[in-house]
């Protein structure tokens, strides 16, 4: 069973960044897409980013053009680069795949924007 594993939260200013990394157990060119999504408290879960192994991309409208999903296929990892961050931004983060017929989680890490 592949495990997706996120890091790289933590306590960031506004206006600052943060990369995420979320690294597969496997290798993630075989999942039919990867994405992003997140949960801050007392809401539901959203997406931020996904894109296929197509190579199409989608953001929400909330943090496009500050957000860019990127992926190292030699090293399985998605990365999510964050810029410009805002209070609102304040949530866990989480990689998501879909593996066939499955839907993967990582286990979430958690990003605070604050000053």
């Known amino acids: 069973q592949v495990q997706l594993v996120e890091s790289g939260g933590g306590l960031v200013q506004p206006g600052g960044s943060l990369r995420l990394s979320c690294a597969a157990s496997g290798s993630i060119f075989t999942f039919s897409a990867m994405g992003w999504y997140r949960q801050a408290p007392g809401k539901q879960r959203e997406m931020v980013g996904t894109?296929?192994?197509?190579?199409?991309?989608n953001y929400t409208d909330s943090v496009k053009g500050r957000f860019i999903i990127s992926r190292d296929y030699a090293k399985n990892t998605v990365y999510l680069q964050m810029n410009i961050l805002k209070p609102e931004d304040t949530a866990v983060y989480y990689c998501?795949?879909?593996?066939?017929?499955?839907?993967?989680w990582g286990q979430g890490t958690q990003v605070t924007v604050s000053s």
């Open positions: 998501n795949a879909l593996d066939g017929g499955l839907v993967r």
């Open positions: 894109f296929t192994r197509s190579g199409s991309t």
